[in-house]
């Protein structure tokens, strides 16, 4: 089956940094790449959605300037968190998907800002 | 404004028991309405319904779709304590490239 990688698993970083998250479509060319969030006891909460070779599209009250998403290739988006603070500590999950099937998720990235 | 709400939020049964979870969504832009398993990591896929009343099947698990009510069912029969999980229902917009909108999930607990 489809599989998605993440990397890291987990990062703990300081107040103030910035943090690479890394998402991989292992197996298949992923058109189309999403990024969620998932607070505890939450649900996902959609951040944006990146095509290769292109510009992302953000959702509504999710800074793009704070979030970079760079979708280099049909393998490989990325999700940098600038300037991280406490209350960006979350579960970050990507999703995959290839033409108009269904999406497959990443094993998510554990992000604590101290 | 784009809601998918799922019922009940938690449920707790013992082994062996049928369950039915309910999730609810809004008409606007819908192309298909998809439902999840969350354990500790990421959701692995259950089902996607794109039609109505037409049953999916897999093992002890099923589920269906009612566009006119707007609502799908997901049931466990002969649930065991591998069945407890989070189970999320997403809906997929037919606009704007595929994007999910998420319940805020049903907490199942199975105790043997």
């Known amino acids: 089956g489809a599989v998605v990688s993440q990397h890291p698993s987990w990062v703990i970083c300081k107040s103030g940094t910035s943090v690479k998250i890394e998402c991989r479509s292992l197996?298949?060319?992923?058109?189309?790449m999403f990024w969620y969030r998932q607070f505890p006891k939450q649900s996902l909460m959609l951040m944006a959605t990146s095509n290769e070779g292109s510009k992302a599209t953000y959702e509504q009250g999710v800074e793009k300037d704070k979030f970079l998403i760079n979708h280099a290739s049909l393998t490989l988006s990325t999700l940098t968190v600038t300037s991280a603070h406490p209350e960006d500590s979350s579960f970050y999950i990507c999703s995959a998907q290839q033409g108009a099937y269904e999406q497959y998720f990443g094993p998510g990235t554990r992000l604590t800002v101290t | 404004e784009d809601k998918v709400v799922q019922s009940p939020l938690s449920l707790v049964v013992h082994e062996g028991d049928t369950v039915t979870l309910n999730c609810s969504y809004e008409?606007?832009?819908?192309?298909?309405l998809l439902w999840y398993k969350q354990e500790k990591k990421a959701p692995t896929f259950l089902f996607m319904l794109t039609s109505s009343g037409i049953e999916k099947k897999s093992g002890r698990l099923s589920s269906i779709l009612d566009k006119k009510e707007l609502f799908s069912i997901l049931n466990i029969t002969a649930t065991q304590t591998g069945d407890s999980a989070v189970y999320l229902c997403?809906?997929?917009?037919?606009?704007?490239?595929?994007?999910?909108?998420f319940g805020e999930g049903t907490q199942l607990t199975v105790n043997p």
């Open positions: 197996d298949f060319q992923a058109t189309t």
């Open positions: 008409v606007t832009n819908f192309r298909s």
């Open positions: 997403a809906k997929e917009r037919e606009t704007s490239g595929s994007r999910l909108t």
